[in-house]
């Protein structure tokens, strides 16, 4: 049991308001048109989200939201942000075709000047997940498997690819956190938490090779988004309802810190769906 107190790192975010949030059609299983969202209630629980980052001592960047577009509240899909290069996002349903050019020109008007249009369809963060030596990459709903290679390329850091099964984590970042990204160093292993059901045998059996000592969550905890979260290297910041996942967080010396965005799941979304990290270089 691991009980040390843990260091966080000041982080940089971007994140879109949901003021035109909303659930007009279907393309994951927790979306239903015929269940209405309380914008109201969906933009405090943003608006928490949010203002418990910076009260942690972290940026937030607002993306100015799109009345087109009602999933930008999803801001992690937009992109993906590596050592201050951008690779943009590819969406796999014409709903969400036209947010990919509004993240590119925030990313371009704020000084990244390494900023990709994709070839192949990625999904921005939910589906590629950073750690200091990999990046690993979610394939099997939305993302293509081609997609991989582009981001190996662009980014000079190896791929994993991982495949998933289960339509209900139909993004990496729903089945899978990273809570430390390491120090890319031998020895410097990344620590991380996944719902094993999510994933074929094959890709857990790479899972339980590279993080054998992984946090491993149950149906329930994965069914209420707890992988959906976001670590700063100490606090981990995730739906409160997964509360199977607390005590063993706090036994590896990380804070648990229970949002509830009940209002976003009702979009297939949390904690880490609404939250990109600008990585600088």
């Not at 390494?114 to 750690?131: C, H, I, K």
């Not at 099997?140 to 000079?156: I, T, V, W």
Request: hydrophobic content about 40%; some cysteine; glycine content about 10%.
């Amino acid at each position: 049991m691991r009980t040390s107190r843990r260091s966080a790192t000041p982080r940089r975010y971007l994140m879109c308001p949901p003021t035109y949030f909303r659930v007009s059609y279907s393309i994951n299983p927790w979306m239903d048109p015929g269940k209405p969202v309380d914008l109201a209630l969906a933009h405090t629980q943003w608006e928490d989200l949010r203002d418990r980052y910076r009260a942690l001592g972290h940026t937030v960047e607002e993306l100015p939201p799109h009345p087109a577009f009602p999933d930008m509240v999803f801001a992690a899909n937009g992109a993906t942000v590596v050592d201050g290069r951008v690779l943009g996002a590819r969406f796999a349903f014409a709903e969400r075709h036209g947010e990919a050019a509004v993240h590119a020109e925030w990313y371009r008007a704020h000084g990244f000047r390494a900023v990709r249009e994709p070839q192949n369809v990625n999904e921005g963060e939910g589906d590629f997940v950073v750690t200091a030596s990999w990046l690993l990459a979610g394939r099997g709903f939305r993302s293509s498997p081609l997609s991989h290679a582009e981001a190996q390329e662009y980014f000079a850091r190896p791929v994993i690819g991982l495949d998933l099964v289960d339509p209900r984590y139909y993004h990496l970042d729903t089945a899978l956190c990273v809570l430390d990204p390491g120090s890319g160093e031998p020895g410097g292993r990344a620590e991380v938490m996944y719902y094993p059901g999510a994933f074929s045998a094959g890709s857990r059996a790479v899972l339980a090779r590279l993080f054998p000592d992984a946090l491993l969550a149950g149906p329930a905890d994965a069914a209420a988004f707890g992988l959906n979260a976001v670590s700063d290297g100490r606090h981990v910041l995730l739906p409160q309802a997964a509360v199977g996942l607390f005590a063993p967080l706090r036994e590896r010396g990380y804070e648990p810190v229970g949002m509830d965005l009940t209002e976003l799941l009702k979009g297939g979304g949390s904690v880490k769906c609404v939250t990109a990290e600008l990585r600088s270089g």
